[in-house]
């Protein structure tokens, strides 16, 4: 398999798709979306644009599953399988706000091997292959040199539907407030990795995300040379709906704080 040439292949299906998500910006109407649960919007903008990136996909590597955000394709494999968020920062989307981007991550068994984001407000595509540097437009980049959290510039996601750990959201940022360059919310977890991939945001933490907003983001930013975990520094950040990154410097100090307020 020549994974940099799929990965080539799909940044130009990436830019296909981005085409008809900007078209449709222009004209969008906020009547035409749906709810799919509190705080949780979907319009026919998502729909639409992921089922042209599965067709799209399909014929990249026929052999793939996937896993979805908007379910128009649930079929997984058992060796290969994309996992597709076709517009990550909808809610952004949908008010006229930036970022939002397009983010898919090509899963080998349990291993991320391809991951792409594409934030389309800046135009800006972040990827990277297995073996590769992380790159943004075809140039490489790496994550900041930050050595502790009060050197960062951190990014979070604030809670949307699970409001049970409220309390330890609270306390860390309050202290992430007043003890780094400050926090910024974005509302969009694949463009805040993609951030901490090229050194925007030194850090980045959020809970209750779903694979498809993190897997093509964590990746990038590992390429990077940044680091990934769960909040007790564990692997289970894809699917286990809670995830930290930063730079290598301060990964130790950031984690241990992150682990500290949510292990209570």
Same mark, same amino acid.
């Given at each position: 398999?020549?994974?940099?040439? $799929?990965?080539?292949?799909? $940044?130009?299906?990436?830019?296909?798709?981005?085409?008809?998500?900007?078209?449709?910006?222009?004209?969008?109407?906020?009547?035409?979306?749906?709810?799919?649960?509190?705080?949780?919007?979907?319009?026919?903008? &998502?729909?639409?644009?992921?089922?042209?990136?599965?067709?799209?996909?399909?014929?990249?590597?026929?052999?793939?599953?996937?896993?979805?955000?908007?379910?128009?394709?649930?079929?997984?494999?058992?060796?290969?399988?994309?996992? $597709?968020?076709?517009? &990550?920062?909808?809610? =952004?989307?949908?008010?006229?706000?930036?970022?939002?981007?397009? *983010?898919?991550?090509?899963?080998?068994?349990?291993?991320? $091997?391809?991951?792409?984001?594409?934030?389309?407000?800046?135009?800006?595509?972040?990827?990277?292959?297995?073996? *590769?540097?992380?790159?943004?437009?075809?140039?490489?980049?790496?994550? *900041?040199?930050?050595?502790?959290?009060?050197?960062? +510039?951190?990014?979070?996601?604030?809670?949307?539907?699970?409001?049970?750990?409220?309390? *330890?959201?609270?306390?860390?940022?309050?202290?992430?407030?007043?003890?780094?360059?400050?926090?910024?919310? +974005?509302?969009?977890?694949?463009?805040?990795?993609?951030?901490?991939?090229?050194?925007?945001?030194?850090?980045?933490?959020?809970?209750?995300?779903?694979?498809?907003?993190?897997?093509?983001?964590?990746?990038?930013?590992?390429?990077?040379?940044?680091?990934?975990?769960?909040?007790?520094?564990?692997? =289970?950040?894809?699917?286990?709906?809670?995830?930290?990154?930063?730079?290598?410097?301060?990964? =130790?100090?950031?984690?241990?704080?992150?682990?500290?307020?949510?292990?209570?």
């Amino acid at each position: 398999m020549d994974i940099e040439k $799929i990965c080539t292949s799909v $940044i130009k299906l990436n830019y296909q798709v981005k085409e008809y998500i900007s078209a449709e910006q222009k004209k969008f109407s906020i009547d035409k979306v749906k709810s799919k649960g509190l705080h949780d919007f979907v319009s026919f903008v &998502d729909t639409t644009s992921e089922k042209q990136i599965v067709s799209g996909l399909k014929k990249i590597l026929p052999e793939a599953g996937f896993i979805t955000e908007e379910g128009t394709e649930t079929i997984t494999k058992e060796d290969y399988n994309w996992i $597709i968020d076709p517009l &990550d920062g909808t809610t =952004n989307f949908i008010h006229g706000l930036s970022p939002y981007a397009i *983010s898919i991550a090509l899963m080998h068994r349990e291993k991320i $091997i391809l991951g792409i984001v594409y934030e389309i407000s800046l135009n800006e595509c972040f990827y990277a292959w297995d073996g *590769s540097p992380a790159y943004l437009n075809g140039k490489v980049i790496k994550v *900041s040199d930050a050595a502790h959290i009060k050197d960062s +510039l951190i990014a979070t996601g604030f809670p949307y539907y699970d409001y049970s750990r409220m309390d *330890s959201f609270m306390d860390s940022f309050d202290y992430f407030m007043k003890n780094s360059h400050g926090l910024r919310r +974005l509302g969009s977890a694949a463009t805040d990795l993609a951030y901490v991939a090229c050194g925007r945001f030194d850090a980045f933490y959020e809970y209750g995300l779903q694979a498809w907003d993190v897997s093509a983001g964590a990746f990038i930013v590992q390429q990077a040379g940044g680091k990934v975990a769960d909040y007790k520094q564990g692997n =289970n950040y894809i699917f286990g709906k809670e995830i930290i990154a930063s730079n290598a410097n301060v990964f =130790n100090e950031f984690a241990s704080k992150i682990n500290e307020f949510y292990d209570r």
